[in-house]
C-alpha cells in the first residue's frame, strides 16, 4: 500500500472543485465580509465530504459487480468523462476571464444564510455528477486501505479548498480575480485531469504491457 490512491483522490478533488461558482463566489464573499464564515464552510466541507462517502460506497455497492464484468468500458467511460474535463479545462485557458465576486450577500442570520449555502450546494446538478459520479466511479480501481486513503485525500481537498476560500478571502479574492492566474490554474488543472484519464485507461487494461 501507498500514498499514490490518497494524492490521486487529493488532486481530482482540487481539479474539479476549483471553478467559478455559486458556491465558491457566495463563499468567497461570507469571508470578505466576515459575517458566519466558520458555519459556512464547515456545512460546505462536510456537505462535501457526505457526497463524496456517498459516491464510493454507493458505487461500490450498486455497480461493483458491473465494474468487475465490464472494467475496460467502465473505466474507459471515465477517462473520457476526465478527458473531456480537461479539454474544457484548456479552452478556458485560452480565453480570458475573471472572477466576479461582488455576490450580493445580505446580512442574514446563521439560519437563512446556511439556508442559502444549502441551495448553493445541493441545488447544483454539477455537484452529483462531480462527487458521486465521477469520484465514485474513480473509486473502483481500489480497493480495501487503498480505497479509504483515496476518498480521504477528495475529502481532504474539499475540506482544505473551502477554509482556505473563506479564512483566507482577501487574499485569494484578488488572486481570483486576475485573468492571468485562472490560466495558468487551467493549465495546471488540465494536464491533471489528463494524467488522471491516463491513469484510468491504464487501471481498465486498455495499455498492453
Avoid at 459575517?35 to 464552510?41: A, C, F, K, M, T
Avoid at 473505466?75 to 474544457?88: D, K, N, P
Wanted: proline content about 3%; glycine content about 12%.
Amino acid at each position: 500500500m501507498n500514498s499514490f490512491p490518497f494524492l490521486t483522490g487529493l488532486s481530482l478533488g482540487f481539479s474539479l472543485i476549483i471553478a467559478i461558482g455559486g458556491q465558491n463566489i457566495f463563499v468567497l464573499n461570507q469571508g470578505m465580509t466576515g459575517r458566519h464564515v466558520l458555519p459556512v464552510v464547515l456545512f460546505c466541507s462536510l456537505a462535501d465530504v457526505f457526497l463524496i462517502a456517498s459516491g464510493i460506497a454507493g458505487a461500490s455497492v450498486l455497480i461493483g459487480d458491473f465494474a468487475l464484468r465490464y472494467k475496460p468500458q467502465l473505466f474507459g467511460f471515465a477517462a473520457i468523462w476526465l478527458a473531456g474535463y480537461g479539454v474544457l479545462k484548456l479552452k478556458a485557458f485560452f480565453s480570458v476571464r475573471m472572477l466576479d465576486a461582488r455576490f450580493d450577500v445580505k446580512s442574514g442570520t446563521l439560519f437563512s444564510t446556511l439556508g442559502y449555502a444549502f441551495l448553493v450546494t445541493f441545488g447544483n446538478p454539477q455537484v452529483y455528477l462531480d462527487t458521486v459520479g465521477l469520484i465514485g466511479t474513480m473509486s473502483l480501481q481500489y480497493s480495501g486501505a487503498e480505497k479509504i486513503l483515496y476518498g480521504c485525500g477528495a475529502c481532504l481537498a474539499s475540506v482544505i479548498f473551502f477554509f482556505s476560500l473563506g479564512f483566507f478571502a482577501t487574499l485569494v479574492g484578488p488572486f481570483m480575480e486576475r485573468p492571468e492566474a485562472w490560466r495558468v490554474l487551467d493549465l495546471v488543472i488540465s494536464l491533471i485531469l489528463f494524467f488522471l484519464a491516463f491513469g484510468m485507461l491504464e487501471a481498465g487494461g486498455w495499455f498492453i504491457s
